[in-house]
C-alpha cells in the first residue's frame, strides 16, 4: 500500500489538487450566519476535472432561508491557487483563511462584498492525525477526504446581493472542505455552531466507505465544547450505538471508552446541490442549513454519567444523500 505523500497533507485546508488532473473534484464549504439569523448562507467554491477531460470551476451561492441556489460556472483557467497556504481565485473572487471577497455578475445575479473571519477554530492536526480524517489521509485511494477549517468563528463584513446589502458583522461562521474522486454512495452529514452557549460546535459524518474491494460504514465527528475538539470517529475506536432514520428525524448516537454524544437532527427546507461523481459535478444532493439538531454529551464512569451539555443547535446544516436505505440502523 502506497501513502499519500507531501506537506500538504498536514495542511488539509490548503488545495490538494494539481493544474491537470482527473477524475477529481474539490470544494470548500463557508456557512455564514448574520448577527440577526436571519439571513444563512452557504458559498462553495470549487473545481472539477472529469475522467474524459472536461473541466470547470465554480462557485455554488445557497440561500438557506429561501431554500435557493445558484450555481455559477467558469473556467478552469480563472482557477489560481497557493501551493503554500490556503489561498484560491476564482475569476474576480477569492477565498483564504482569513474569510472570502465575492465579485460575481453573471446569470442575472450581482453579488459583490467581503467577509472575514475572526477567532478560527479548525480540527487539530497532529503528526500521526493530521485533522478529521485521522490517519486515514495518509490513504491514496480514498473516495472522499473531509476536511474541517473552522468549527466556529465570527465574522465581519458585508455583501451586496442584487442590490440589497446584508451585514453579517457580529455573526458566525463554519468552514469545511471536500476532495476526491466522488461522495459516498450514501451518508449523513449534520453540523451546527449555533447553540444556547457559544463557542460550541460539531460535525457529524456516518458514510459508506469503499476499502479494498469491499466497504464499510465509517464515520467522524467532532464536538467543540469547552475550548477542545472531541473526537467520536472510525479510526479513534468509538462506536455507533444507536442509528435511527425517519422521514423527518436522524438520530445517531456516538460512544467511546469515555463520553457519549448523542444527536438528533430534524429536517427543514432544503435545496437541490451539485455533488461530484467520478469528478464531475453531475450529482444531486439535498441539503438544509435551517435545520435543528439537539445535542447531548455525555461523561461515562463505572458508576455514573454526567451530563456534560445538553442543548439545541439551530441554523444547521442536515444532508442525508444516496442510497440512504442502505445504512444500517442500529438501536
Same mark, same amino acid.
Given at each position: ?7 500538504? #497533507? ?17 470544494? !470548500? ?13 452557504? #458559498?462553495?467554491?470549487? @473545481? ?31 482557477? /489560481? ?12 473572487n477569492s477565498f483564504h483563511q482569513n474569510g472570502f ?21 479548525? !480540527? ?10 485521522? !490517519?486515514?489521509?495518509? @490513504? ?5 477526504? /473531509? ?13 451586496? #446581493? ?26 449523513? !452529514? ?15 459524518? @456516518? ?52 463520553y457519549r454524544l448523542e444527536l438528533e437532527a430534524a ?17 444531486? #444532493? ?46
Amino acid at each position: 500500500m502506497q501513502f499519500r505523500r507531501g506537506k500538504r #497533507i498536514w495542511k488539509p485546508e490548503i488545495y490538494q489538487g494539481k493544474s491537470d488532473m482527473r477524475r477529481y473534484f474539490e470544494g !470548500w464549504y463557508f456557512k455564514i450566519v448574520d448577527k440577526s439569523e436571519k439571513n444563512i448562507y452557504a #458559498i462553495i467554491p470549487g @473545481v472539477s476535472f472529469d475522467n474524459e477531460g472536461n473541466t470547470h470551476a465554480f462557485i455554488m451561492f445557497f440561500n438557506g432561508i429561501k431554500a435557493s441556489m445558484n450555481y455559477f460556472n467558469f473556467d478552469i483557467t480563472d482557477f /489560481h491557487y497557493s501551493k503554500k497556504r490556503f489561498q484560491i481565485k476564482i475569476g474576480k473572487n477569492s477565498f483564504h483563511q482569513n474569510g472570502f471577497n465575492l465579485d460575481i455578475n453573471s446569470n442575472n445575479q450581482k453579488i459583490k462584498g467581503k467577509i472575514n473571519v475572526k477567532n478560527l477554530k479548525p !480540527w487539530p492536526v497532529k503528526t500521526l492525525s493530521p485533522g478529521a480524517m485521522g !490517519w486515514y489521509a495518509f @490513504v491514496p485511494f480514498m473516495e472522499c477526504y /473531509h476536511a474541517v477549517i473552522g468549527f466556529d468563528h465570527h465574522l465581519d463584513g458585508k455583501i451586496n #446581493i442584487n442590490g440589497n446589502e446584508i451585514d453579517f458583522t457580529g455573526g458566525r461562521g463554519y468552514i469545511e472542505k471536500d476532495y476526491g474522486k466522488s461522495f459516498p454512495s450514501y451518508y449523513i !452529514w449534520m453540523q451546527s455552531n449555533h447553540f444556547e452557549t457559544e463557542e460550541i460546535s460539531v460535525m457529524a459524518s @456516518v458514510a459508506k466507505i469503499p476499502w479494498l474491494g469491499s466497504s464499510f460504514d465509517g464515520f467522524v465527528v467532532g464536538f467543540l465544547f469547552n475550548g477542545e475538539v472531541y473526537r467520536f470517529a472510525t479510526y479513534t475506536g468509538a462506536k455507533i450505538i444507536k442509528l435511527q432514520l425517519s422521514n423527518n428525524l436522524v438520530s445517531v448516537h456516538f460512544q467511546d471508552k469515555k463520553y457519549r454524544l448523542e444527536l438528533e437532527a430534524a429536517k427543514s427546507a432544503s435545496v437541490d446541490l451539485h455533488s461530484p461523481i467520478e469528478g464531475s459535478m453531475t450529482g444531486r #444532493i439535498i441539503e438544509s442549513i435551517t435545520a435543528k439538531i439537539h445535542a447531548k454529551f455525555v461523561k461515562i464512569s463505572k458508576n455514573k454519567e454526567e451530563i456534560l451539555f445538553d442543548g439545541n443547535g439551530r441554523n444547521a446544516g442536515l444532508d442525508i444523500g444516496g442510497k440512504i436505505e442502505e445504512l444500517k440502523e442500529v438501536s
